[in-house]
């Protein structure tokens, strides 16, 4: 399931910094690993501590996590709707992704010169924002004008109900807000306002770049950014990439964890964006579990189970028959599958269980 994340952000604010450090984090854990699709995409794997733990009670062979795709899309300058800079590779870029990392500038450093001269985040959240509602308006007025005869005039129900989704959005876009504050009455016009592709309709999460002093409990800079966030309902995340550089440096689990307790966190910023990351697309984690390899597989939240026995072959889906579910907690518990078997603990599902997060799951099929 290639879904991506886009880090983006104005010049100089941290942002390629963070990608790199991304690109090390096979330094921080042995089950880290990154690779390269194109110059700017790294697939980057799910830290969970699930799966060392089922790994040790199963001892498999092989141990495979899950992962996701995080994307460096170009700094973004002033005018890029109308083609400045990068602007036009900068907006392909976005819209390509499934939700946004955006990263923003908390910390003063006279050495490290700001595009528009001063340090200021919620100003630089401005440009951006700006310029993506700028295309997505471009982009709703353009399919309004090719649908507005046809809804209003030719009895046409689905062109009216698209003509009722680009009004709505036209109207936030043209008051400065993103296409992701418009809320819609029922489903049809959910997945006509999905299949439009807005840039700004993408889920996003800020990331605060700060300085070591504020690593652990953010700044000034932080608290205003949380406060536009919690308007919007987005998400803060506080990392200082330039101690995250540090962090990769060091060769043992132990000098790192020592590292991150001297500044007051239990766990990395690069691990805690990823999972963000992994729960800003909404993704969840199964598990399969056996002696030749204990997997992670990546679902949706709210997938059933014949769609997640998808995710390992088609056929899984096609032909499903039933899932026998383990709880995560249960074979903790018990030690085995043996075990939980023994205790009755088992379930055996059919075909409208939702997956939860954590399930272990064996799919039985018929192709």
Same mark, same amino acid.
């Given at each position: ?20 450090? %991304? ?53 973004? &300058? ?24 955006? &990263? ?11 595009? =528009?001269?001063?340090? =200021?985040?919620? +100003? ?19 399919? #309004? ?10 009895? =046409? ?38 299949? %439009?592709? %807005? ?7 800020? &990331? ?30 506080? #990392? ?22 001297? #500044? ?36 949706? =939240? ?19 028959? +039933?899932?026998? &579910? ?42």
């Amino acid at each position: 399931m290639a879904l991506q994340c886009g880090i983006v952000g104005l010049p100089n604010i941290g942002k390629s910094t963070l990608f790199n450090c %991304l690109s090390n984090a096979k330094a921080q854990s042995a089950n880290f690993p990154f690779c390269t699709i194109e110059p700017n995409v790294g697939v980057i794997t799910v830290p969970d501590e699930r799966l060392n733990k089922l790994a040790e009670l199963v001892n498999p062979q092989r141990i495979v996590p899950t992962t996701v795709e995080i994307v460096d899309i170009a700094g973004l &300058v002033k005018g890029a709707s109308k083609g400045e800079g990068l602007g036009n590779k900068f907006l392909a870029n976005i819209r390509e992704t499934d939700a946004i990392l955006h &990263v923003l500038r908390c910390f003063d450093d006279p050495n490290v010169v700001h595009v =528009d001269g001063s340090v =200021d985040p919620i +100003r630089d959240k401005e440009i951006i924002d700006a310029e993506l509602q700028l295309k997505d308006l471009e982009t709703v007025e353009s399919r #309004i004008q090719k649908v507005q005869k046809q809804a209003q005039t030719g009895g =046409d129900k689905q062109a009216k109900q698209i003509y009722e989704v680009l009004v709505k959005y036209k109207e936030a876009l043209e008051q400065g807000l993103s296409a992701r504050t418009v809320t819609f009455d029922n489903k049809d016009e959910e997945k006509i306002a999905r299949e %439009l592709f %807005l840039l700004t309709a993408k889920p996003v999460l800020y &990331v605060c770049n700060v300085d070591e002093a504020s690593a652990a409990t953010g700044n000034q800079y932080v608290e205003r950014v949380r406060e536009v966030a919690q308007k919007e309902g987005a998400e803060v995340l506080v #990392i200082a990439a330039k101690i995250e550089s540090e962090i990769a440096e060091f060769e043992t689990y132990e000098e790192r964890q020592m590292f991150l307790a001297e #500044i007051g966190l239990e766990e990395s910023g690069v691990a805690r964006l990823i999972k963000s990351a992994y729960a800003l697309l909404k993704l969840k984690t199964y598990f399969t579990a056996g002696a030749p390899e204990v997997r992670a597989w990546t679902f949706r =939240d709210g997938w059933k189970a014949p769609q997640c026995a998808g995710v390992i072959h088609t056929d899984f889906e096609k032909g499903f028959i +039933r899932a026998e &579910v383990i709880k995560y907690e249960d074979y903790l518990t018990y030690g085995s599958e043996a075990a939980v078997k023994e205790a009755g603990k088992m379930g055996v599902e059919g075909k409208d269980y939702i997956v939860q997060d954590g399930d272990i799951m064996h799919f039985r099929f018929n192709v």
